[in-house]
T-cell receptor
Framework: GAVVSQHPSRVICKSGTSVKIECRSLDFQATTMFWYRQFPKQSLMLMATSNEGSKATYEQGVEKDKFLINHASLTLSTLTVTSAHPEDSSFYIC?????????????????FGAGTRLSVL | GDSVTQMEGPVTLSEEAFLTINCTYTATGYPSLFWYVQYPGEGLQLLLKATKADDKGSNKGFEATYRKETTSFHLEKGSVQVSDSAVYFCALSAPTDSWGKFQFGAGTQVVVTP
């Protein structure tokens, strides 16, 4: 079935460095992808909507200059955490919706990556 | 704004026990409601969903009923197995949002022991 691949699964970096996280749809095209962040014991919070060929749409309170999103192709979106600090340490998850046609109905399906655990020292 | 609240974990229970995970929501209008499950090292997978009031979603022995009067979507399973150990997320999608844009609960870890 359709799968979303997220890489890396875990990254440890020094404060001040930038980290890039990739999200790929493996056997379908995704004009839209979503990026979520989860702090310990808190909800998955939507950060931004990644749009292929155009600028990402950020949720209120999310710094677009800090979390750079690039959706350069129909199968790849990247999230770059720039000048990372310890407070950026979190679990980041991407997702990609698609539609599956079968019989008389079209079904909306959302696929999630396995997530990236970012630890900033 | 829209939000989802679910019970904190971890929930630890023995095999064949009854499982309930409470989920309540706040939303304008009539959202669609979902339960997702995440097994270790894997992405979230859709477990079941309901798109309107009184709908019951079911899959793999799990059930949840969309209760508008109590704004709830509690997840239940009558007899859990060790393989049900995972983190369960309740989520909603508002009718005014684009497809795929979800509000999630914090997740509830379930640990089933033999």
């Amino acid at each position: 079935g359709a799968v979303v691949s997220q890489h890396p699964s875990r990254v440890i970096c020094k404060s001040g460095t930038s980290v890039k996280i990739e999200c790929r749809s493996l056997d379908f095209q995704a004009t839209t992808m979503f990026w979520y962040r989860q702090f310990p014991k808190q909800s998955l919070m939507l950060m931004a909507t990644s749009n292929e060929g155009s600028k990402a749409t950020y949720e209120q309170g999310v710094e677009k200059d800090k979390f750079l999103i690039n959706h350069a192709s129909l199968t790849l979106s990247t999230l770059t955490v720039t000048s990372a600090h310890p407070e950026d340490s979190s679990f980041y998850i991407c997702s990609a919706p698609t539609r599956l046609a079968g019989g008389p109905y079209t079904k909306n399906i959302q696929y999630f990556g396995a997530g990236t655990r970012l630890s900033v020292l | 704004g829209d939000s989802v609240t679910q019970m904190e974990g971890p929930v630890t229970l023995s095999e064949e026990a009854f499982l309930t995970i409470n989920c309540t929501y706040t939303a304008t209008g009539y959202p669609s409601l979902f339960w997702y499950v995440q097994y270790p090292g894997e992405g979230l997978q859709l477990l079941l969903k309901a798109t309107k009031a009184d709908d019951k979603g079911s899959n793999k022995g799990f059930e949840a009923t969309y209760r508008k009067e109590t704004t709830s979507f509690h997840l239940e399973k009558g007899s859990v197995q060790v393989s049900d150990s995972a983190v369960y997320f309740c989520a909603l999608s508002a009718p005014t949002d684009s497809w795929g844009k979800f509000q999630f609960g914090a997740g509830t870890q379930v640990v089933v022991t033999p």
